[in-house]
């Protein structure tokens, strides 16, 4: 099982590569509304993109509140 | 059946197939202009029920499929109007949109919606009404009325109902959560899953497959085994529109129309 970081670490190429960004510009404790530059309806298509990665279910309802990658993954870490 | 490019949504028809696509940035929100081109779609339609085989319904726009109901339109004509009118204005709204989807529901052709992004709401209880969804893996579908105080208001429980078990209905209705494609096929929802940017091409695939069979014995299958939940959707309109008097709804249309919040759609 992955531990934190490298949850952290799948979760920011992730976010990179659908979004654009280059990997070098994402860190763990961004906020990625911010540094992506995205709306909530954006924020589910990462959701649906972690989800498929990690082969989990994370209910969005979850996600409220969370605006960090590193929080991201934490909630992720709970459903592995 | 011409090719037609309305404002919302354009159709045409190829190989006796009928495809729908609905094209309303952002998120082809369902609201009165769509609902006068569905209508003028459903005229349309009828005219090839005795040669077309399939309909497909699907999206232009790149964020997905259907986000659902104007809520800003709907906001907007709550402060307008008079609460009796309004509600009068509701209930007909409604029954257009019903006849329109029963429509769908029941057309004498085999309907196929092709989903990807989001099927949110209304754009989920269009996707109901149809007999297959393919969804592709980036696919998300909800109802999200409840954190409005509304249940959803397009057909959607009654047909959900018909097609899956009640504790998934409960699910998604009393926790307005949203499931992947992946889960919405685990429990029967959604009938292929394809890579992203694959469910057109599944959806036209299937379509042609269909084509195979005789049509008087498809209808006849599809009348046996997909009736329209009449009594529940005439209840449904009831239970939406009495809710929607509720001080609550003006609260929760008002809070979504006015947020800031990054996830406006969130519980």
């Known amino acids: ?80 | 059946m011409r090719d037609f490019r309305a404002t919302t949504m354009s159709w045409g028809l190829r190989n006796g197939c009928v495809e729908l696509a609905l094209h309303r940035p952002p998120y082809n929100e369902i609201g009165s202009e769509s609902l006068v081109e569905f209508e003028r779609f459903i005229a349309e339609l009828e005219t090839v029920f005795g040669s077309a085989h399939a309909l497909i319904i699907h999206s232009e726009l790149g964020p997905g499929f259907c986000a659902g109901a104007d809520l800003r339109e709907l906001f907007r004509r709550s402060q307008e109007v008079a609460p009796d009118a309004r509600l009068t204005e509701l209930r007909e709204f409604l029954q257009r949109i019903h006849r329109v989807f029963n429509r769908i529901d029941a057309a004498p052709l085999t309907t196929i919606a092709a989903v990807h992004g989001v099927a949110f709401g209304g754009g989920f209880e269009l996707a109901l009404a149809c007999d297959l969804i393919i969804a592709d893996k980036m696919a998300r579908f909800c109802f999200p009325e409840l954190r409005l105080g509304l249940i959803p208001g397009f057909g959607g429980i009654p047909r959900l109902k018909r097609d899956v078990g009640n504790a998934v209905v409960r699910d998604l209705l009393l926790t307005g959560r949203s499931f992947n494609a992946t889960r919405a096929h685990g429990v029967g929802i959604v009938s292929q899953v394809v890579a992203e940017g694959e469910a057109l091409r599944a959806a036209r695939a299937t379509a042609a497959q269909l084509a195979k069979f005789d049509r008087a014995t498809a209808i006849a299958a599809k009348r046996f085994i997909k009736p329209i939940p009449e009594e529940e959707l005439r209840q449904e309109i009831e239970i939406f529109c009495d809710l929607f008097m509720h001080p609550a709804v003006e609260a929760g249309l008002r809070k979504f129309v006015e947020s800031e919040d990054p996830l406006p759609y969130l519980p």
């Open chain 1, 1 to 80: 099982m992955a531990n934190l970081h490298e949850t952290t670490e799948a979760i920011l190429v992730l976010a990179a590569q659908h979004f654009s960004v280059p990997r070098a510009q994402l860190s763990a404790n961004d906020d990625f509304f911010k540094t992506l530059g995205i709306n909530s309806l954006q924020a589910l298509d990462l959701l649906t993109r972690v989800e498929n990665h990690f082969h989990i279910e994370l209910p969005d309802y979850e996600l409220q509140g969370v605006t960090d990658f590193r929080t991201l993954a934490e909630r992720i870490q709970a459903r592995l």
